[in-house]
């Protein structure tokens, strides 16, 4: 049978408007940071990373900023589509020999036409 | 835009039977991993490997997996004796290289794994 899941936080916006998902991490030790977007029934799609030695970085419609004192990383998408609609996770990289990410629990974004 | 591949997209298994999930990793790169999802949870590493070797593995990867490059391109994960608790989504990913270590990590669109 199906395994009880997380329950994810959900951010639910109106399209146009602009959304912020929050990710605490939990490693000090962490120096790279990766934001993941997933639909349903697909793999993690790259979205934008930091390394640590930066505390904002912007891509397209996006922007990533990452306050290492709090251990605190949020994902901004300006002007959200309905095409924005998915899980997002955050990852981190703990700068260990196999580069293994450690991904967060996820935030459901729902973006209402 | 090249893109990491995996084959097949749904496997169905009895349990204690082995199971080969296959993937292709970007052309280019030089590391490759996997993670696992089980339905509504966190993505989880399994493995990385790396100059043909295992650069780290998690507790999940026990002795029943194994990871393989058996040429070029390929990268498989192998289950020996599948149990009902393996049924997960199956995810690998690669990554070129950045300062010495693995840089941005590419996922491929996964193998749903179903253990009856």
């Known amino acids: 049978g199906e395994s009880v899941g997380l329950h994810l936080p959900t951010l639910s916006v109106q399209e146009g408007d602009n959304s912020i998902i929050n990710c605490a991490y939990s490693n000090s030790a962490s120096d790279y940071f990766i934001w993941y977007k997933q639909e349903s029934g697909k793999g993690p799609q790259f979205i934008i990373d930091i390394r640590s030695n930066m505390d904002k970085r912007q891509g397209q419609r996006v922007t990533v900023l990452l306050n290492k004192t709090v251990k605190h990383l949020s994902l901004q998408i300006a002007a959200t589509q309905p095409g924005d609609s998915a899980v997002y996770f955050c990852?981190?990289?703990?700068?260990?020999?196999?580069?293994?990410?450690?991904f967060g629990g996820g935030t459901r974004l729902m973006v209402k036409p | 835009e090249p893109e990491v591949t995996q084959t097949p997209s749904h496997q169905v298994t009895q349990m204690g039977q082995e199971v080969i999930l296959r993937c292709v990793p970007i052309s280019n790169h030089l590391y490759f991993y996997w993670y696992r999802q089980i339905l509504g949870q966190k993505v989880e590493f399994l493995v990385s490997f790396y100059n043909n070797e295992i650069s780290e593995k998690s507790e999940i990867f026990d002795d029943q997996f194994s990871v393989e490059r058996p040429d070029g391109s390929n990268f498989t994960l192998k289950i020996r004796s599948t149990k009902l608790e393996d049924s997960a989504m199956y995810f690998c990913?690669?990554?070129?290289?950045?300062?010495?270590?693995?840089?941005?990590?590419?996922f491929g669109p996964g193998t749903r794994l179903t253990v009856l």
């Open positions: 990913a690669s990554s070129d290289l950045y300062g010495g270590r693995g840089d941005t990590q590419y």
């Open positions: 990852a981190e990289n703990s700068n260990n020999a196999g580069n293994m990410l450690t």
